[in-house]
């Protein structure tokens, strides 16, 4: 097969190495619009069953993802400045640099081509592909040039973010929610390799408004945020890269595939930086992908809309989790004023996919601890 690919991310990549490696002759080439140099973002997460999906299908891939690989078994959720550590939360944390280049390394190996600084914007250069695969990002402009066969909807959440770094470590994946007088700020962050943390902030709206960050410079803003968060960052800085306020766009697509084009990876379909899911999203999609094609072979069609059955129900769940997760943090103002302990469990069960039992299980302490707080109810 004649495959193109645009968009070098972890998707797009995957998927290249996945096709070459089952066999040579196949013509896979990748075509990336950001240098290869380019080091936007800080770190990623995946949980223990995202990377078990790489780790079957590609260990050699898993072992050079996973090298430097930070891994902690417990979360911190930080309210009213008590920190309450949720147990047998393990999630494995690496530079997204450092999952690029494994990939990079990996595609070459097998003689995959790389284009970097190559921006498409259609599909014309390809007409001669046998499939053309859209993993092009959030913003993908391929389906946006073809949005009336994808028919894509782009839901703009209200909350505004910033993904900064810092050189402090924070060992659990902290959750930490911090008030002042201009409103409620959030950071999400952990350490993702030896020597720094991802570290990014979340507010709402009126926060964002009454601080004057709609007014603030990109090194104003950072210098709010290390105030506002100053106790925690114990004496670090931030440290900016590209850190601009953002809305995340949650993305859906009512058509994943028109012609030979697919789209998959956030080109199809977002989470939520608030579940860690992106990354995983993306690769699953590499894979279901490629099963397809290993269930159909060269027959396109098919091969398509095999990709839609096998990975649809599992991509539609874990974006309606990540959907109520966003909505969790977006309505906050009344759960303010619970304890520490009923905080933390609110948070635990906030996607509807986790209850009582599933906490008892998971953290018994904690499900120990919120039932002494509440008597009154019946678990």
């Known amino acids: 097969m004649k495959i193109r690919i645009i968009g070098g991310g972890p ?22 619009r950001d240098p290869e140099s380019a080091t936007y973002g800080w770190g990623v997460v995946f949980s223990d069953v995202a990377l078990a999906f790489v780790r079957d299908l590609a260990p050699e891939l898993y072992q050079s993802m996973t090298r430097e690989q930070e891994v902690f078994d417990e979360m911190a959720v930080v309210h009213q400045g008590r ?3 949720l147990a047998h939360n393990t999630f494995h944390r690496m530079a997204r640099i450092d999952l690029l280049k494994a990939l990079h390394a990996h595609c070459r190996q097998v003689g995959v081509p790389i284009e970097f600084e190559h921006r498409l914007n259609d599909v014309a250069a390809f007409a001669d592909a046998d499939l053309i695969v859209a ?20 839901d703009e959440r209200p909350n505004l973010l910033a993904w900064y770094g810092t050189t402090r470590l924070f060992d659990p994946l902290s959750l930490i929610f911090r008030q002042n007088a201009d409103g409620l700020a959030i950071a999400h962050t952990y350490r993702y390799s030896r020597t720094h943390s991802t570290f990014l902030v979340e507010v709402d709206p009126d926060t964002f408004r009454r601080a004057g960050l709609d007014r603030m410079s990109e090194a104003q803003s950072l210098t709010w945020c290390e105030q506002v968060f100053a106790d925690d960052l114990q004496g670090h800085r931030l440290l900016s890269n590209k850190s601009n306020w953002f809305r995340y766009t949650i993305v859906k697509n009512r058509h994943w595939h028109w012609r030979n084009i697919v789209l998959i990876g956030d080109a199809l379909r977002t989470g939520h930086p608030s579940v860690g899911s992106g990354t995983r999203l993306a690769m699953q999609d590499s894979i279901a992908l490629f099963d397809a094609f290993k269930t159909c072979g060269n027959d396109v069609p098919a091969m398509l809309e095999e990709f839609v059955r096998i990975r649809q129900p599992g991509s539609d769940a874990l974006q309606k989790a990540a959907i109520k997760s966003t909505e969790w943090y977006e309505n906050l103002g009344p759960k303010m004023q619970l304890d520490p302990i009923s905080f933390a469990y609110d948070y635990v069960t906030r996607s509807g996919r986790v209850d009582h039992a599933d906490v008892q299980k998971r953290d018994p302490e904690l499900a120990h ?11």
């Open 11 to 32: 998707a797009g990549l995957f998927y290249a190495y996945l096709m070459k490696r089952d066999d040579p002759a196949h013509d896979v080439r990748v075509y990336e």
């Open 369 to 379: 601890a919120y039932e002494q707080l509440h008597p009154e109810r019946v678990f």
């Open 83 to 85: 920190q309450v550590t």
């Open 135 to 154: 993993a092009d990002g959030a913003h993908s402009a391929i389906r946006t040039r073809y949005a009336e066969h994808f028919q894509p909807t782009l």
